[in-house]
């Protein structure tokens, strides 16, 4: 059950919020359409319900707020625009790496692709699908920790008919399980077919609260869609007629050559436009909607005039030409909106009736204020649907004193995958990006290998990792800073952690997955990058290159070093400025900005050699060091005794800082 108290957006400047006080509830077992025009607030109001926009109001899961639910996504299955993901991600990758994320067996992915009916896709690439089976991957999404309640913004936006009622049955099916369903619509006609209960906003402010049969008799009503070359002249044709016949005929002007005839006929229409010699190119019964404001049946029409009559509020006939109504007889009031025109029954207590609801047409009253949720009573403790009481205040006849304002609506961190590393081994392996870098690294290094031994006057070890002194970082250091990069900047850019948050989840487990396959990335490229390179130069020129230097350890822990700093740099850098460009600039400005200041640092008379630390500490804890541990104590020292050794380090702590305060910050807000 989804229970939601006093919605209201933040506003800016001087412009009205989206959504301002939206109280509902969406009961279990059952399928509720959240209806409104492009506009009216329904994906402000979604975001606010589940705690990515900032704003005012209280959401209840099954009795609890999202952020006091430990795994969200097993109880709030959303989806949110598009599907997020890499385009060059398999659909079955791409589940299996949400399955980590969310904490579930593998086998879940296989479950759901056929459930939505993409087994035979499983293999395609998200960039490939159509907007029907990017919604059914969508669901899938949704589906895949196998949740209580879905939330689904727009799921039928720009299907076919035939995908439609798919995607509407598996919403039945779902809440016939006994789940939760909360999906929008700018189509009411969809609304009332797919769902068993409608709330229906208007500019952000709900305006009906009802089940589907009570909105599809009092909001659905039949026309007559007309398209003739003289559309104003029939309109007032139809219009004039109709105040003479004192017949409640509701003419609205679509735009162009298009009218809709609400309470007439074809008959009618056709023969009013034979009489009067006006060309007709069209004429026929369509099922329309009179959108927030629509009124009753045109056979109810003439009840609804008498009432309307007697309680002294009916409005004389009016004559609007252009994208408003232009002929209307007999009916209590007339509003336009949209370019549509919507009736406004009225009656004795100033309130129209809305299925099971009341709701106040003045949000001033005061005997209907505690009904709607006023200021004084927005964080009402309950609101209910059909006979559900609508709280304590009005079942005792006296308003408790409540705040003025509902609770504050903070943007929550997002969770970390339950399993991070394994989510991190398959989103690395998911995609061809880290293969081809690390290829296109190795021939490049070959070549520069080749090119270097060919000019003469290089090093062995710089000839070894191809690393020219005009470069400030050979190509395997490069390569791995940038794999570093793309382990945040793909989250980034392709968000599948947190939809529609412009975030990940900045959590030390996450993190630390990350820097581990990097790490391992790293050390791989390195081995590879070294052996590629010896093994070309033995064939073009010999063994005479590719002989082992005598001081071959401290050289590899440099070497081993230099590549895997690089790529935590990337990480970190990611992580903390959130873009790949960042991760791989910060890479490159180690050696060109920071190795200068070490260098000037390091030169200093203060310094003390690195070279004697071993036998310094022999001299302090009067021990032996086993199985020649001198050795790889010395190899350390040397790495960070060197200006790119003691930059990489100065900046991998200054990166790690960044990236813890900003990962406390987000905790404290």
Known sequence: MIQAFGLTSNSRKDLPPAVDDVSFEARAGRVTALLGTSGAGKTTALRLMLELQQGRGLTYFKGRPLHRIAHPSREVGVLMGEVPGHPARTVRGHLRMLCAAAGVPVRRADEVLEVVGL??????????????????????????????????????????????????????????????????????????????HVITLEQGRLVADQAAAEFARTRLRPRVAVRTPHAARLAALLGKEARTAHRSVEVVREGGNRLSVYGSTCADVGETAFRHGVLVHQLADEVGDMGPGAGPFPGESTEAAQDARAGGTGADPVELVGKEVVGEAGVAGVAVRGGQAHDTPASSSGSCAHGERVMPADRTVPGDQAAHGSPDARSGPAVGSGDTALGPAIASGAPAPLPPLPPPISVRSAPGPLRPLRYELRRAAGIGTGFLTAAAVLVTSALTAVLLARVGHTPQARLLAAWPRELP???????????????????????????????????????????????????ALAFLTVGCDAEVLYLVYGRELTEVPADWFSLSASWFGLVVACAWAGVLAAGVFRSTTAGLAAVVAVPVLVVPLVQRALEGESVRAAAGLPARLREVFLLQWPFGGERYLVGAARVIAQPVGGALALSLTALLCAYLLTTLRSRVR
């Open 119 to 196: 087994v035979s896709l499983r293999d395609e690439r998200l960039g490939t699908l159509s907007r029907g089976m990017d919604r059914r991957l969508g669901l899938a999404c949704a589906l895949l920790p196998d949740p209580h309640t879905l939330v689904l913004d727009a799921p039928a936006d720009g299907l076919s008919a035939r995908e439609s009622r798919w995607l509407h049955g598996m919403l039945r099916a779902h809440a016939a399980q006994g789940g939760t369903v909360l999906f929008t619509t700018a189509e009411p006609k969809e609304a009332a077919r797919a769902a068993d």
């Open 473 to 523: 970082l050979p190509p395997a250091a490069l390569g791995a800073g940038l794999l570093g990069a793309l382990a945040f900047g793909d989250e980034f850019r392709h968000p599948a952690l947190a939809a529609d948050r412009g975030t990940v989840p900045r959590r030390l487990g996450l993190l630390t997955a990350k820097l581990v396959v990097a790490t391992a990335t790293a050390l």
